[in-house]
């Protein structure tokens, strides 16, 4: 038998400005199978699912589709040849029915060239059904479960006839039950003869599901795997590629008195019963899975969002319920999760976006002026080592890195006593990731309080006092850093606590 | 083969009779009828005149075919504001063909018109789809470039009724079974887009790019040509509503259609057509634009000072936003109530 591979990747390289984001990819995808893909944030994962859907083209390498080269110019190609890609968050179009979400671009007509909307009804019912999910078709897509929009996007696929599907993280953001539900239609389509590429962080899933996993880190690839002969160490071994105890360098701090106290803090449906400090000189973090609450208590301490009972003490004195402004003048910063959306201003430059929470100090008269700024954003955009042609330069201009940077820089400058850091290091570099780390470190040495949130489990380990454990709106765990291992952290983040706990 | 789990499915139908109450359209039509039931009552003259009947059944074609344009926009998730300066220029060109050219055939004038609105409405459009800059920005630019035209083009003169044929003129007046020409020609247009933007690819593809841009993009719908189309429509809807308005009025100047883009956009507002784009009918439209401009039309006649004329106006407008926003959250938590089929 002449066997040729769904889809080839070889050599695949692609690169943005300076920053490569792949570099030498590989992938052989056959048919009747289900290939992972898995690494670390920022390993390259994204960009080569975003090449193979035909938005990104590669700058060198081969790509070839049942044998012959493609190279697409727009996603359109790709799907016309067959590649389907659903992404972690599907792209509906949320006024348009289920059934015209299916069909949409190539919508078939009646003998009296109007949409047969009876067809498109028809297939919509049977091909949801096919996948044991039925739904309405006549129902509007906006509303729809995420677990359901994902059908609606296989169902799409299907349809097209797509002989290659991606499924970029797409368990990410779904329950137990619906994941189950998942899988077991990714192994109905791969029994059908074709080819899944499964983009995740899970390695039950990953294991659980895939045929051949293939390991990616820094846009690099790294191994392939047939899962039946590979194991989890070997896998995190790939993953990794380096010691995880150089890469964090928490220095030792002095650990003084309590400076954020928490009290039976409940949000309804959130969290429940949160209670916690933090002393000075001390990081605290919170670990859990994703959605399990952590940064809606960080929120909710900082007062941004509401709280039903309970209270936030800073210093011995109440912080005010929803009152940030409050909350700031009693020496909490808060480095958002999302720097882009609620940490800069992202079409102003550095050094407003430095001064921005001082700049009620900086102000003569009430007016501020660039002059007032440039000492304080010089001497903060310095000491953090933000790499910047001038202060002017617009936030959005600025790597990842460079803007968590900026971002600390802004909390640092009003002199906090307690810092609040929702994922420092997500999407950052590995250069910048380690020089984050120290940033915080030194600064839990000169006696600032740092509350963090990591979904990072060896940055939790590096970093962490004490690690919190949050499950479901709950804390689940409390261990200080000579007893939190990885394995007893992600126990007490997927398991009830026991009863003594 | 397949994955068997007992799932419920979604159970979304509600009953005929419910979704008929509910709809826009049918709201739109009472009030009209209301309005013109109370107005009719205190100034009989009002319907039951020679020219009352046909005022009230033909003026608001100028502003159903604006308006008719300005929804399709909107419905891409753009907005056009340059629909008043492209009527006047339109209205212009008809009129100057007709004075400069005795004898020319009234067809290719109109057709001169249409296509006048559908080139300004093609720069609208390409200027939007690659310069990438909001259409609010391009159109608020071209609003007054196109005026600015206007104003250099026809300066201090008018449009006098002697440059017009007498068919073309008599053409605004002309009635079928007591309807006017006017209207029925309109009515039929109405039909067509609604036809066109329910049945045909294009017309949900411009539905769909208005509810998700991006997701139109990843898809790889075409949004560049959507966009040009839909402001091309525009245009052409705009150039023949000023033939619509030079066939009612028989005259104008080069201050003809100021102010009709924003009334354009309150027709498409009121009738039912989400500012953010992606939903809202033709019909809908059409009827939003008949209740404005018969609002127009009535308020004088009932007396009301025209001081008030137009906070009423915008209180319809407000409300029809309040009432969008209601029947969007009651559906959405709808939505999530039943939970969808997990």
Redesign the interface.
Known sequence: MNYTALLELHGVTKTFGAVAALVNAELVLKAGSIHAVIGENGAGKSTLVKIIG??YRRDAGTFLLDGESVDFH????A?AAGIAVI?QEP??????SVA?NLF??R?PYTRF???DRAKMRRETRELT????????P??EA????I??QQ?VEIAKSISVGAKVIVMDEPTAAL?G??VE?LM??A??LR??GKGLIFISHRFDEVFALCDVITVMRDGSYVATNLTTVTTEDEIIHQMVGRSVDNLYSKQEALIGEPVLEVEHLTSAGVFQDVSFTVRSGEIVCLAGLVGAGRSEIARAVFGVDPYDSGSVRMGGISVPRTSPAAAMRLGIGFVPEDRRKQGLAMTAGIQSNITLAIRHKLARFGFIIAPLEEPSARTWAARLQVKMYALDTEAQMLSGGNQQKVVLGKWLATKPKLLIVDEPTRGIDVGTKAEVHRLLSELAGTGVALLMISSELPEVMGMADRVLVVREGRITAELPRATATPQNVMYAATHAPEVAA | ?????T?P?????RSFLGRILRAREVGLIVMIFALVALTSVTQPGFLFSDGGWRELLRQPTILILIALGEAIVIITRNIDLSVGSILCLSAYAAGSLFSNFPGIPIPLVILSGILLGAFLGLVNGLLVAFLRVPSLVITLGTLYTYRGIAILWIGPHFIRSSWLPDEYRSFGTLQFLGIPVLLIVVAIIVLLIG?FM????VG??L??L???P???T?????ERRLTVTAFVASGALAGLGGLVYLAIFATGDAQVGTGYELQAVAAAVVGGVAIVG??GTIWGVALGAFFLATISNALPVLGVPSLWQQSIVGVLIVGAILLDRIVFIT??R???R?????
């Open positions: 035909g938005l727009n996603t359109r190609e799907k992404y792209t509906l179009f949320p006024d348009l015209e949409v671009g919508q060239g109007a949409l059904q096919r996948l044991g999910v039925p739904i309405d006549d129902r906006r509303g729809l479960s677990a359901d059908v329950s039950i619906e539900r077991g239609i192994r109905q029994d059908e | 083969m397949s994955v068997t789990h799932v499915v979604s159970q979304g139908r036809w329910t049945s045909r690819r949900r593809d539905y769909a208005g509810s998700n991006e997701a139109a990843l898809f790889g719908l075409g992606g939903s559906r959405i709808r939505a999530k039943k939970g969808t089929a997990t």
